[in-house]
């Protein structure tokens, strides 16, 4: 008995083809379409090319990121320094300085009082702070120019941060000298708002002058007018009925020629009776 045959599959027909009894299996059915796998195998090259262009874009960006903090400092903490320390601070981180001056009631005068960047930021080599320094408080006392130079006063008055204008007025002083300031030396004011007015000798001052209307100005508004014209003044009060500091009457009366240095006696409102 010969070995033993499996039985074939239902759709297939078995044919003698030689007379040697050599058996050939013919499949009559549909042939069996190969099984797929999920997902598809990637092609091998092109993967190896997107490995390599992902490390590629991976050292480049490591070269990148190193070359940038090389080229960055962190900034050093200035605030609290004065202006020329700070500045050389930062000279030493190759930093250099914008400065924007404020004023400040608690500050000495240059003390750097903030900073961009903050201490402990990174700015690029050679990256700008901006410091914002102090110009001490607005409020300041006016010191006395009188009789100083017209440039000195000027500069000294200016370094305080207040703003000046000249008058050039009649006066015996050698030319160019102050001869008066408004605000008077030794009153506080607010720098941001007040103007310091300085009258300058600019020609000899004459011998004789008109007494100048004054009735109906302030007190304040009369003295100066005689004050300008080389005129001394004196005050006496008296009630009427004109507000509290207005001059009521003066004596020489306007229009009248008098030496220079001659005392004007102005009478000046208490206000009404009562």
Known sequence: MGPRERPLPPDVVERRVSAEDETVIVSDGPPEEPRRRFPPDLDRDFGIAVGVLLLMLLIAAGVYWFVIREDEQTVPDVVGLQLTEAEARLAEEDLESDVERTFTADAAVDEVVDQSPAAGEEAPEDGVVTLTVSDGPQ??????????????????????GLEVETRDVASDAERGTV?????????????????????VAARPAPETVDVPGLVGMTSGDAREALEDLGLRHTQRPESSQEPQG????????????VELNTVVTLTISTGPPG
């Open 246 to 257: 207005t001059v009521i009457a003066q004596n020489p009366g306007a229009g009248t020629e």
């Open 179 to 199: 001869v008066r300031q408004r605000p008077a030396a030794g009153q506080e004011v607010d720098r941001t708002v007040v103007t310091v007015v300085l009258d």
């Open 139 to 160: 409020r300041v006392v006016l010191v006395r120019v009188v009789g100083m130079d017209v440039d000195d006063a000027t500069e000294m008055l200016e370094a305080e």
